[in-house]
Nanobody, 126 residues
Framework: QVQLVESGGGSVQAGGSLRLSCVASEYTLSRYCMGWFRQAPGKEREGVARLDTRGYTTYADSAKGRFTISQDNAKNTLYLQMNSLNPEDTAMYYC????????????????????WGQGTQVTVSS
C-alpha cells in the first residue's frame, strides 16, 4: 500500500512562499504520475499541478508562473514550491499518486490519481 506523507504547510502573509513536500513509501515516484491538489472549505477539490513520467508538468491556471512541481527521485519526494501566495491559495493541500490501486480515484490532466496523503494546511493572510 502506497503511503504519502505531506509536510511544509503553514501560515504566511500574502506575497510569501512555502514549499510543500510529499514523501512516498512503497512507491517509486518516477514511475507514475504525481500531483498536488487542494481543497478549500466549501469548495470542490481541484488539481494544482501534475508531473508525469516523462517529466512533463501541467498547472492550473491559478498556479501558472507561481507554483513549481518537482521531485527528487533519490529521496522519493515530491515538492510543490509556491511563491507569491495570496489568500485565495488558502486550502488543504494533498499529494496524490497514480497507479497505487486505491479506490478514491480522481482524473486530472490525463492521469487517474488513486492514492492520497493526509493533507497539509496552507493559510495565507492578507
Amino acid at each position: 500500500q502506497v503511503q504519502l506523507v505531506e509536510s511544509g504547510g503553514g501560515s504566511v502573509q500574502a506575497g510569501g512562499s512555502l514549499r510543500l513536500s510529499c514523501v512516498a513509501s512503497e512507491y517509486t515516484l518516477s514511475r507514475y504520475c504525481m500531483g498536488w491538489f487542494r481543497q478549500a472549505p466549501g469548495k470542490e477539490r481541484e488539481g494544482v499541478a501534475r508531473l508525469d513520467t516523462r517529466g512533463y508538468t501541467t498547472y492550473a491556471d491559478s498556479a501558472k508562473g507561481r507554483f513549481t512541481i518537482s521531485q527528487d527521485n533519490a529521496k522519493n519526494t515530491l515538492y510543490l514550491q509556491m511563491n507569491s501566495l495570496n489568500p485565495e491559495d488558502t486550502a488543504m493541500y494533498y499529494c496524490a499518486a497514480a497507479g497505487g490501486g486505491g479506490y478514491n480515484r480522481y482524473w486530472y490532466a490525463g492521469c487517474v490519481f488513486d492514492n492520497w496523503g493526509q493533507g497539509t494546511q496552507v493559510t495565507v493572510s492578507s
